[in-house]
Nanobody, 125 residues
Framework: VQLQASGGGSVQTGDSLRLSCAGS????????MGWFRQAPEKEREFVAS????????VYSDSVKGRFTISRDNAKNTMYLQMNSLKPEDTAVYYC???????????????????WGPGTQVTVSS
């Protein structure tokens, strides 16, 4: 599955953004998906993931309660609603599909094999 993230931008502390990840191909709905982010000079880190059906989600502690991951398999699209943004949320955000079909939502970057180009999110104080 090929992926393309969009929706990034420059916002102020406390603002909201919604990222989208559009997938191509008929198999999008088979794959658990995830969002990751990478800040300058830092390693890529897990943000949130969702099972193939959308019934199960996992979040990093740093975004839990502020971000919501969801998907619409009919539209081959995954979303990340980001509320109460903080400067430390500034990063390039990537969407990815798990290597295994119908697997669980997981946190490990090594479980994900299909990555789209990132979208920049900048939060200023």
């Amino acid at each position: 599955v090929q992926l393309q993230a969009s929706g990034g931008g420059s916002v102020q502390t406390g603002d909201s953004l919604r990222l989208s990840c559009a997938g191509s191909g008929r198999t999008f709905s088979r794959y658990p998906m995830g969002w990751f982010r990478q800040a300058p000079e830092k390693e890529r880190e897990f943000v949130a993931s969702i099972s193939s059906s959308g019934g199960s989600t996992v979040y990093s502690d740093s975004v839990k309660g502020r971000f919501t991951i969801s998907r619409d398999n009919a539209k081959n699209t995954m979303y990340l609603q980001m509320n109460s943004l903080k400067p430390e949320d500034t990063a390039v955000y990537y969407c990815a599909a798990r290597n295994a079909e119908f697997g669980a939502a997981t946190k490990s970057v090594t479980d994900f094999g299909s990555w789209g180009p990132g979208t920049q999110v900048t939060v200023s104080s």
